[in-house]
């Protein structure tokens, strides 16, 4: 059984930094790609930054704040998140696509829980 869970999170005035670490727990055989999403109160959750083979991909609210890395070897994902602002209050959720198997071509979604961040103005 595949788990991931978050942890890093917590409240931090504006203009601060966090970081986030996401791990994957689990008996599985290959990572195809890492994102973070954040779901903030009464909103949609949305994308923040995803990486795939090296090449990363940010929301345009966090394009030059946040910075998204992985270690494939440690089953683990990043997410460094700078100059926060009030608006980036949310929970911050984990994903990882995983095959299961090497005979597995599809990589099957997982999700951590999530942590909430809080930024105080």
């Known amino acids: 059984q595949v788990h991931l869970v978050e942890s890093g999170g917590g409240l931090v005035q504006a203009g601060g930094s966090l970081n986030l670490s996401c791990a994957a727990t689990g008996s599985f055989f290959s990572i195809n790609d890492m994102a973070w999403y954040r779901h903030p109160l009464g909103k949609q959750r949305e994308l923040v930054a995803a990486?795939?083979?090296?090449?990363?991909v940010y929301s345009g609210s966090t394009q030059d704040r946040f910075v998204i890395s992985g270690d494939n070897a440690k089953r683990m994902v990043f997410l460094q998140m700078n100059s926060l602002k009030p608006e980036d209050t949310a929970v911050y959720s984990c994903q990882m696509g995983i095959r299961a198997t090497a005979s597995h071509t599809v990589a099957q979604a997982y999700w951590g829980p999530g942590t909430q961040v809080t930024v105080s103005s």
């Open positions: 990486i795939t083979s090296g090449t990363t």
